[in-house]
Nanobody
Framework: QVHLVESGGGSVQPGGSLRLSCAAS????????MGWYRQAPGKQRELAAS???????YYAEAVKGRFTISRDNAKNTVYLQSNSLKPEDTAVYYC??????????????WGQGTQVTVSS
């Protein structure tokens, strides 16, 4: 079992920045892709950014150029640096990771979510 603990959410004014962190712990063998989803009120959950084990990244069009995803494999941690935040970035942000066990089975894990509110 793998556990994810997120931190770094909060309230910020438009144009501000936040850095989200997500640390994985538990019975870890190999972590593949890590990512951040977000869900705004009344909207479907969407993938904001992801990063593979090799460091390849993906960004949703809405966050390109403003958000940066990174990971520290030694700490089993993924980060999301969010700059130039807009009110439409307000959402609950969920950390995810794909864990591969020793037998090759892959499981997707989710964090509990952290609230990001962008408002003046």
């Amino acid at each position: 079992q793998v556990h994810l603990v997120e931190s770094g959410g909060g309230s910020v004014q438009p144009g501000g920045s936040l850095r989200l962190s997500c640390a994985a712990s538990g019975s870890i063998f190999r972590i593949n892709t890590m990512g951040w989803y977000r869900q705004a009120p009344g909207k479907q959950r969407e993938l904001a950014a992801s990063i593979t084990g090799g460091g390849d990244t993906y960004y949703a069009e809405a966050v390109k150029g403003r958000f940066t995803i990174s990971r520290d494999n030694a700490k089993n941690t993924v980060y999301l640096q969010s700059n130039s935040l807009k009110p439409e970035d307000t959402a609950v942000y969920y950390c995810t990771l794909v864990h591969r066990d020793y037998s090759g089975v892959e499981v997707l894990y989710w964090g509990q979510g952290t609230q990001v509110t962008v408002s003046s």
